[in-house]
């Protein structure tokens, strides 16, 4: 076997020992969360990460989780997948902050500064629908408004 192919096979054969942890550790906590009455939204995506990881799937997760989200917290209203949301959106943004402090290229710099607004604009939109925060009205003066003054 060539050198590259062992690589690769070695590469393989980690991911899935690291998915195998993973998926252990999400049995077990989706058994002791089933047991201490932890939310059943909970549940479901610790399910469907670990049914992911277990099938090599990524995008099946992202879709439960994306179901989740736009059905029950947006349409229905219900608050723990806003909340839910609202989590992972907050731990997104940390790690784009943390990119950004990390880079000096421009071209980087632009893209995770855009990236962060819209984190922020997602943010600020659950935290209102939640009755976290009143919402803000935007301020945008025109051209003729600008005139006027």
Not at 18 to 45: D, F, M, Q
Not at 51 to 73: H, N, Q
Not at 96 to 125: F, N, Q
Request: negative net charge; charged residues 35%; aromatic residues 4%.
């Amino acid at each position: 076997m060539s050198e590259q192919k062992e690589t690769g096979a070695l590469e393989i054969y980690q991911t899935w020992q690291r998915n195998n942890r993973r998926t252990e550790v999400l049995r077990e906590e989706i058994l002791r969360g089933s047991k201490a009455g932890e939310s059943p939204c909970r549940l479901l995506l610790k399910a469907a990460e670990a049914i992911s990881l277990m099938t090599g799937d990524p995008v099946f997760c992202r879709e439960i989780e994306t179901a989740m989200f736009a059905l029950y917290g947006h349409a229905l209203g219900e608050q723990e997948p806003l909340e839910l949301e609202l989590e992972k959106t907050t731990g997104q943004l940390q790690r784009i902050e943390a990119a950004m402090r990390e880079t000096t290229d421009a071209d980087l710099l632009h893209g995770m500064d855009l990236a962060a607004r819209a984190h922020r604009r997602k943010i600020s939109d659950l935290r209102v629908k939640l009755g976290l925060e009143e919402e803000q009205e935007e301020h945008t003066v025109s051209v003729s408004e600008e005139d006027d003054e």
